[in-house]
C-alpha cells in the first residue's frame, strides 16, 4: 500500500502563485511515476502534469508555460509549482502515483494511488 499526502493548496488572486507537495510513503517502489490531476466543479478529472515512465514530463495544453512539475526522488516527493494562475485554474488538485506491483502468485501490475485532494482556488 502507498499513502499520498498533499500539501500547499489555498486561495490566491489572479496572477499568483502556489506550489504544491506531494509526499509518497508506504511500499514505494523504483521506477513508479507520479503527477498531478484537477477537478473542477463539475467537470472530470484531468491530467494537470505528470512524469512519464521515460523520465519525461507531460502537461496539460492549458497549464503549459505556466506549471512545473518537479520531484525529489530521495524523498519520494512531487511537486507542482503553479504560476500565473487563473480562475480557470480553481480545482481539487489530487496527486496520483502509479507503479507496477506482484503480488504473491499472481502476475505483476499496473497499481493506481490517489492522494486525498488539495483545493487551490484562484479569485478573479
Known amino acids: 500500500q502507498v499513502q499520498l499526502v498533499e500539501s500547499g493548496g489555498g486561495l490566491v488572486q489572479a496572477g499568483g502563485s502556489l506550489r504544491l507537495s506531494c509526499a509518497a510513503s508506504g511500499s514505494v517502489f523504483t521506477g513508479n511515476t507520479m503527477g498531478w490531476y484537477r477537478q473542477a466543479p463539475g467537470k472530470a478529472r484531468e491530467l494537470a502534469a505528470s512524469f512519464t515512465s521515460g523520465g519525461g514530463t507531460m502537461y496539460a495544453d492549458s497549464v503549459k508555460g505556466r506549471f512545473t512539475i518537479s520531484r525529489d526522488a530521495a524523498k519520494n516527493t512531487v511537486y507542482l509549482q503553479m504560476n500565473s494562475l487563473r480562475p480557470e485554474d480553481t480545482a481539487v488538485y489530487f496527486c496520483?502515483?502509479?507503479?507496477?506491483?506482484?503480488?504473491?502468485?499472481?502476475?505483476?501490475?499496473?497499481?493506481?494511488?490517489w492522494g486525498q485532494g488539495t483545493q487551490v482556488t484562484v479569485s478573479s
Open positions: 496520483n502515483l502509479k507503479q507496477v506491483e506482484q503480488d504473491k502468485g499472481a502476475l505483476p501490475r499496473l497499481y493506481t494511488y
